[in-house]
């Protein structure tokens, strides 16, 4: 092996310790993207490039001078590339601090020259899991090397720049062309740095915790890094400061493209997700759901997506003032139509029509987002004081939330136009802040009890939604979506909009009846079937007056409350 010759070490320390130039550089990464971009311009400003492996070989089929590491080292990469450059003449000329004598006479003496740049990228290891490869070839992707260089170069900022994103690159060319980083540059990049290595040392050890075979269901360990996206005006309250934060490539709410309209507030977001959540409880359904406050005050399906936002506004046009609306479907010109006298602070969905685009877009600050089909599943994290509350998030795909295991306990067995409103009441009330009680009829929510402290409250407040709130629907709105929708669709809006809903519609409730008094003012108000879970200790008094009432009743045996 030649030696570095000793010119290449310095035998002062940093003449000027805001401001460091770069000579050496060491490149090592897995994201090849705009590499060779980056390597022409720090050879055209006369940087010495170091590298590894397939870099290396990149970076010299592009005709670039390169040294390979095992130059450096004089020891050849080895154990599949597991071992390149875990070595003292790699570590210590990132890790030397140059403000220092001594560090400077052991380099002299070791005959090592300092690295001023270093840009390093880890292995895949999130996409290999998210592929769904086996064991082994998670753990194969679990970069060590990498890490430790990223993690020398952060703690030795004063003397050394580390850059871990291929989208720093054209900043990277600029620092050296002007002279080198500054020291705040350096801080910048090493923050950076570390929280890179933070979120992939968390995605590893949540994922290698999830392989344990433990008597929990939950992993031992549960870990998430979140990067700050944009700040917010202010949290739930002005004096609240606020921002978004997202975690990799935000998927759900977070990630929604913006169309039109003002930024979003913490608000906003609490009431979309809410929102879009619910939108996808109803399986392929053409679904349409407004929110507010997070609660539903109308959701409904229907095989068009005007005429099932025509019949979710009408269940509470007085609410839906201000509201949000999702839908799982496409947005045409006649649901944007209908959307658009009416007050909105955010309208969600997957795609919109070009017109309903352009009819959307003249309310100069309505939200408008776009957000494909989200992931369902996975875990939800609720902070308390001192701690984090973990679970699965409640999907509408338990045993129970299949109408074909549902029991029969009072009543005749409903028909087929019943059942289906009791399974859409059933999904739709997941998505009501508990207690929860909803009234359903022809595919759409006609009143909504939610949030009250015991269940006979959340009866009340359903059927006095249901029978007043109908009555605020037969004014102009309710007349504007009677004629968009037309003919027997429209005097169906009309009727649904009209007092006593809640005559004739059926009900859910997400918990059981612990007395047969909330049930018993359902029965009253003209409810003709119910679904709840059952499991009260008073099961058999309440069965009882659904049976004296002639009330069609289903126990789910499944529980779906909402705090």
Not at 64 to 75: C, L, W, Y
Not at 144 to 152: C, D, N, Q, T, Y
Not at 283 to 301: F, L, R
Not at 490 to 500: C, G, K
Request: charged share 15%.
């Amino acid at each position: 092996m030649t030696a570095i010759p000793t010119a290449h070490v310095p035998t002062e320390g940093l003449v000027n310790p805001d401001q460091v130039p770069v000579k050496r550089a060491l490149l090592s990464v897995y994201d090849k993207t705009n590499l060779v971009e980056l390597a022409t311009q720090l050879h055209a400003n006369g940087v010495e490039l170091i590298s590894t492996g397939s870099t290396a070989a990149t970076i010299a089929a592009a005709g670039i001078p390169v040294t390979p590491v095992e130059q450096v080292t004089g020891f050849p990469e080895c154990l599949e590339g597991r071992v390149k450059t875990l070595h003292p003449k790699i570590h210590a000329g990132i890790l030397a601090d140059r403000r220092k004598d001594a560090h400077l006479a052991q380099l002299r003496e070791l005959q090592v020259a300092p690295i001023d740049l270093v840009v390093v990228n880890l292995y895949p290891f999130t996409d290999t899991v998210a592929s769904g490869a086996d064991f082994d070839a998670c753990v194969e992707q679990i970069d060590i090397g990498g890490p430790s260089m990223v993690r020398a170069a952060a703690k030795n900022h004063p003397a050394v720049a580390v850059v871990v994103d291929p989208a720093r690159y054209e900043q990277v060319a600029q620092a050296v062309s002007a002279g080198g980083f500054t020291l705040s540059q350096r801080r910048a990049l090493a923050a950076a740095a570390f929280a890179h290595t933070a979120s992939y040392d968390v995605a590893v050890a949540s994922w290698f915790s999830q392989q344990l075979e433990t008597e929990a269901a939950l992993p031992e360990f549960v870990g998430a890094t979140f990067t700050r996206a944009h700040a917010l005006r202010y949290g739930e309250n002005p004096h609240q400061s606020a921002a978004l934060y997202t975690q990799g490539q935000a998927q759900g709410i977070a990630g929604a493209e913006q169309l039109h309209g003002k930024a979003m507030s913490y608000n906003n977001y609490t009431d979309a997700d809410a929102a879009v959540r619910a939108a996808y409880d109803q399986g392929e359904a053409t679904t349409v759901v407004v929110v507010k406050h997070a609660n539903p005050c109308g959701i409904a399906v229907d095989e068009d997506v005007a005429k099932a936002h025509a019949k979710a506004h009408a269940c509470d046009p007085v609410s839906a003032y201000g509201g949000v609306i999702a839908t799982n479907a496409t947005v045409t010109a006649a649901m944007a139509a209908q959307v658009k006298p009416i007050f909105t602070e955010v309208i969600v969905a997957p795609e919109y029509e070009p017109q309903a685009l352009e009819i959307l877009s003249a309310k100069k600050n309505l939200r408008i987002l776009r957000l494909p089909k989200p992931v369902r599943g996975g875990y939800e994290f609720k902070q308390v004081t001192g701690g984090l509350l973990v679970q699965e998030r409640d999907n509408v795909d338990a045993t129970g939330d299949d109408p074909a295991q549902w029991q029969l306990v009072a009543g005749p067995s409903a028909d087929a136009e019943t059942l289906a409103d009791l399974r859409f009441a059933w999904n739709a009330v997941r998505s009501v802040r508990s207690n929860a009680v909803l009234l359903a009829h022809a595919g759409a929510t006609v009143g909504v009890g939610m949030g009250q402290v015991n269940r006979v409250d959340s009866c009340k407040l359903a059927i006095e939604r249901a029978n007043t709130l109908g009555a605020r629907a037969t004014g102009d709105a309710a007349a504007n979506q009677a004629n968009s929708a037309g003919g027997a669709d429209a005097s169906q809006i009309l009727a649904a909009s009209a007092p006593q809903r809640a005559v004739g519609s059926v009900a859910a409730s997400d918990a059981f009846f612990p007395f047969a008094d909330g049930l018993q003012l359902l029965i009253d108000a003209g409810v003709k079937a119910v679904v709840q879970p059952g499991g009260s200790i008073r099961d058999a008094e309440v069965i009882e007056a659904a049976q004296a009432a002639g009330v069609t009743m289903y126990f789910t045996g499944t529980r779906h409350f909402a705090h």
